[in-house]
């Protein structure tokens, strides 16, 4: 009975996700925001609500599914800023953005400044964990001033989604704050890495790094928590939707989240998704599964794409109800 119950749930699911697609379609514009005494130069993209029919758009190895420079459809729109994983790319959580879309948020993902599948110069340095939540907060500020989108955005209904790395960005910007002489120090005097290096000789800022308090709700996908306490979560009231890997991987280890559940100070949905690896809430286009296998392989019986449909339908759900409007 309960495997029957699963399965009629899953099909629902993805007959809901399927249902939800027909109804709107998801635009896509690339964005480039300018450097800045506050950082570098950043490129993204946004998917937003288009009433226009979607085709395939092909880039790089990805295919994405939406209509290139569609008008937006609608006003006073969710915004949810989304961040990466190490080197990864602001394509890691496409079908996941075209969800929210597709049901009308506004979604703005960016490719993190030297820690990027085309870049990865700054990958290894403390920097990157340093400027990840300024990067997400200067996003922010182009899409509600500067951007085309700007005046249809409802500045008070801004939401978070981060995968690993990106993960560790939504905590910080939710209040989080490292707890550099603690527990990143005694990770960090087992691991050779530079960032480690870099901590061990106290080569971290001694200010907090960037909080944003316009971003009400987060969702956030194995989240990489090895520099955070029980203190360094004291401030993170935000609702939050957490999620962890089973197996876990690429540094994310799922005692490091299972603390993060235990240490969140406020009341938040925590799934763990039995029998997956990290990388399971990432989708790899075809291309990668032969190029990249360990990005792509799962454990037997583990069906990512029937995962990502369960997924992306608990990601909107919970982002509909957190930011819904007012009125």
Request: glycine fraction near 10%; charged fraction near 15%.
């Amino acid at each position: 009975m309960q495997a029957s119950n699963q399965v009629y749930r899953l099909l629902s699911v993805i007959g809901l996700c399927f249902t939800a697609t027909l109804a709107q379609a998801a635009g896509l514009r690339s964005i480039d925001i300018p450097a800045g005494a506050d950082g570098p130069a950043i490129h993204g993209m946004v998917w937003y609500p288009c009433a226009e029919t979607p085709g395939k758009i092909p880039v790089g190895a990805f295919v994405l599914t939406g209509t290139k420079d569609c008008p937006l459809a609608g006003d006073h729109l969710p915004l949810v800023a989304a961040s990466h994983g190490r080197g990864g790319s602001l394509l890691g959580n496409r079908d996941t953005a075209e969800t929210l879309a597709d049901n009308g948020f506004v979604v703005a993902a960016i490719n993190h400044p030297g820690d990027t599948a085309q870049d990865l110069s700054r990958s290894g340095d403390l920097s990157v964990f340093i400027e990840r939540p300024t990067d997400i907060k200067r996003l922010i500020d182009f899409m509600i001033t500067a951007s085309r989108f700007a005046a249809n955005i409802d500045h008070d209904r801004i939401g978070f989604f981060g995968f690993s790395r990106g993960g560790y960005t939504g905590l910080i910007l939710l209040g989080a704050d490292p707890d550099w002489t603690g527990v990143a120090s005694k990770y960090c005097q087992q691991s050779q890495g530079r960032f480690c290096q870099q901590i061990l000789s106290k080569g971290y800022p001694l200010q907090p790094l960037m909080h944003d308090p316009r971003i009400k709700v987060a969702v956030l996908a194995d989240p990489l928590a090895i520099f955070f306490s029980a203190q360094s979560l004291t401030q993170v009231n935000a609702p939050i939707q957490l999620w962890a890997s089973e197996r876990g991987g690429d540094g994310v280890l799922p005692r490091d989240v299972t603390a993060v559940d235990a240490n969140l100070p406020a009341p938040h949905d925590y799934r763990v998704v039995s029998n997956a690896g990290h990388f399971a809430f990432f989708l790899c286009p075809p291309a990668l599964v032969q190029t990249q296998p360990e990005l792509c392989e799962d454990a037997v019986g583990f069906d990512r794409l029937a995962f990502h449909a369960e997924f992306n339908a608990a990601v909107l759900a919970f982002f509909r109800k957190w930011l819904a409007r007012a009125d």
